[in-house]
């Protein structure tokens, strides 16, 4: 009986330990959608770091997982996304290209130019940041464009590795 107790007290502890970590220090995600294409893909999993966030801020580039902003009725729980712009940026979409800070981005990650309509400039506001998904054609994301930038607080994480499957394992 008391073998068994221990197991009890043992797998409570472990139980607890898992529940704090996967609260405030990391989560795993699973893609829905094809908004990041070529860079994701659907029901790849992702290994998401909640605790960079909480010392430091996202940045150019990030990959994170927000919160969804907007009201629709297709509205999911959770974004990924690819930072965009910062606080102080202006981003602008003109021709099929991405402009923040008046500099033309050059995008390693996409694999067309943007071929939705021109959007911008707009200049981010405090406390605020610009997301897009990968995938630039047309109607293939819902992102800043549509719900506009959005709040620090929505940004939950960044997704730092594909876990699954296995033979696509990577740091991203």
Request: hydrophobic share 40%; no cysteine.
């Amino acid at each position: 009986m008391d073998e068994l107790l221990d197991w009890a007290k043992t797998l409570g502890v472990a139980l607890v330990i898992v529940l704090l970590a996967n609260r405030f220090v990391f989560n795993l995600s699973t893609v829905e959608g094809q908004s990041m294409e070529p860079t994701l893909e659907q029901h790849e999993w992702l290994f998401i770091n909640k605790i960079g966030y909480r010392i430091g801020e996202p940045e150019r580039g990030d990959i994170v997982i927000l919160k969804d902003p907007s009201e629709q009725i297709d509205r999911k729980q959770f974004l990924v996304k690819r930072v965009i712009g910062l606080p102080g940026d202006t981003v602008e979409i003109r021709a099929g290209q991405l402009y923040v800070n008046g500099l033309q981005t050059v995008e390693s990650y996409t694999d067309v130019n943007i071929e939705d309509s021109d959007y911008g400039p707009e200049t981010i506001a405090e406390g605020q940041y610009f997301v897009m998904g990968d995938n630039r054609r047309a109607g293939a994301s819902k992102d800043s464009r549509s719900f506009k930038p959005v709040p620090r607080a929505l940004i939950k994480g960044e997704a730092q590795f594909i876990l699954w499957p296995i033979a696509k394992m990577n740091k991203l």
